[in-house]
């Protein structure tokens, strides 16, 4: 075992994809924030680099793929990185230079495809196969509705509902094939932890007292409260705070001007590090790093699974609180085998940062070994779902035959 194992996930850089490989197009709106591009650059990569695609990817904003992905440039056009082509998809009807109609289509989360591609695939000697990709949802409706095809009304063609889900008979969640060994190797080497916090936070690691937590949230009403009994609290926490739009509350809390990467902040028990929006690949060390991780919207939601840690998660709010069953439908997974005591108080701690009651952090902490014991055991059962990529895969080409 080398004594420091790497803190990044290995991207994406496939070799030249051979003339015969299946050339794939992944179309993304981006409708706020870091979720859409997230997920559908995570699922290019693993596209590309285990399953040998040839992919490009239509993207709407390159400055929200930036943020994810610092070498893409902003004033290219098309441009390739790690192997993956990525045209600007600088207005609705735009699809490209040269209008090349691909094997498999992608369209995420109902995007709208450039009517001129779409009229591009009918005319196709062999019409490509066609693809929704949907959100995340572990709602149990899901599995009925899991590639479901949908006749286009004018056109020769049948677009394939594609769900993500946490249940069998879904489309499964997006986890690459280097990803536990990755998180072992960082996990088995403290000289690989001890380097992770040197290089982000410009701290050592803490004492094996304190609780370190991730934060990566939205704006939310019950950071106050739990702030609150961090700083009052025996047991010291160490927060991180990657800069976004939790960021405002803990320099309003610190009485700071901002707090943003390379802010530090100390209150009784609480000791909080603010820490820069890494590029996507690193993401998941911040997750091995800490003890517990608030997460939200749906990419970093998935990948606080894999990381085997008790997490929190904020939900991306809809209208008409539709988002409250897809929370309960989550915790009826995650929860499922924990003891009554331990599932209520994760529960209460969901739905207070979720906006319903007071997050009860003593509650939450007196249930951690339990909620340890689950998060490792629930990894491993998501894992029976089978990856989405290798689903995606699977199923395209049992259409391309
Ligand atoms: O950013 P999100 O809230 O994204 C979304 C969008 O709002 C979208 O419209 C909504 O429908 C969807 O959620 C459900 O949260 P998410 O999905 O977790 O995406 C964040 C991405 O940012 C994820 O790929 C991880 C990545 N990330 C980094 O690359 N570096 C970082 O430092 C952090 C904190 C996150």
Same mark, same amino acid.
């Given at each position: ?23 794939? !197009? ?19 990569? /693993? ?40 045209? %600007? ?5 735009? +699809?490209?230079?040269?209008? @090349? ?5 992608? @369209? ?10 779409? &009229? ?13 990709? @949907? ?8 599995? !009925?509705?899991? =590639?479901?095809?949908?006749? %286009? ?24 094939? %280097? ?45 106050? &409260?739990?702030?609150? $009994? ?18 405002? +509350? ?31 690949? &690193? ?16 990419? &970093? ?12 998660? %904020?939900?991306?709010? $809809?209208? !008409?609180? +539709? ?40 509650? =939450? ?6 909620? /340890? ?8 059962? =998501? ?5 989405? +990529? ?8 049992? $259409?391309?035959?």
């Amino acid at each position: 075992m080398p004594s420091t194992a790497p803190a990044t996930i290995p991207s994406a850089a496939p070799s030249a994809a051979p003339p015969t490989a299946i050339a794939c !197009d992944i179309f993304c709106a981006v409708i706020d924030n870091f979720g859409d591009i997230g997920v559908c650059w995570r699922l290019a990569r /693993q596209l590309a680099s285990e399953h040998g695609w040839q992919v490009r990817v239509f993207v709407d904003d390159l400055h929200a793929f930036q943020k994810l992905c610092p070498s893409v440039a902003l004033d290219r056009a098309r441009q390739t990185v790690g192997g993956i082509v990525v045209e %600007h998809w600088h207005t609705p009807a735009h +699809a490209g230079d040269t209008l @090349e109609v691909a094997d498999v289509v992608i @369209e995420a989360f109902a995007c709208e495809l450039p009517p001129v591609y779409v &009229s591009a695939m009918a005319r196709r000697e062999r019409a490509p196969v066609w693809i929704n990709l @949907e959100y995340l949802s572990a709602e149990d409706w899901v599995a !009925d509705f899991h =590639l479901r095809p949908s006749p %286009h009304p004018r056109y020769p063609l049948v677009k394939t509902f594609f769900f993500p889900g946490l249940g069998l008979g879904t489309g499964g969640v997006l986890k690459e094939r %280097h990803l536990d060994a990755a998180r072992a190797a960082f996990e088995a080497s403290p000289a690989a932890r001890e380097a992770w916090w040197l290089k982000t936070v410009g701290r050592a690691p803490p004492p094996a007292a304190a609780t370190v937590v991730s934060l990566f949230a939205y704006e939310n009403l019950a950071v106050d &409260s739990l702030l609150e $009994q961090w700083r009052d609290r025996a047991e010291p926490v160490v927060l991180l705070v990657p800069e976004g739009r939790i960021s405002g +509350a803990l320099a309003r809390f610190f009485g700071m001007p901002s707090f943003s990467a390379g802010a530090h902040a100390e209150c009784g028990g609480l000791r909080a590090h603010g820490l820069p929006f890494t590029e996507q690949s &690193s993401y998941d060390a911040l997750l091995w790093a800490s003890d517990l991780n608030f997460v939200r919207g749906e990419d &970093s939601f998935v990948r606080a699974q894999w990381a085997g840690k008790p997490f929190v998660w %904020h939900i991306y709010p $809809q209208a !008409d609180d +539709a988002h409250l069953p897809k929370l309960d439908a989550a915790l009826a997974h995650y929860a499922r085998t924990l003891p009554a005591d331990a599932r209520a108080a994760l529960a209460g701690f969901w739905h207070a940062w979720n906006g319903a009651g007071e997050p009860d952090w003593a509650a =939450l902490r007196r249930h951690h070994p339990a909620l /340890q014991r689950r998060a490792a055991e629930w990894a491993g059962e =998501l894992a029976q779902v089978g990856d989405l +990529a290798g689903n995606l895969a699977l199923f395209t080409k049992t $259409q391309l035959k």
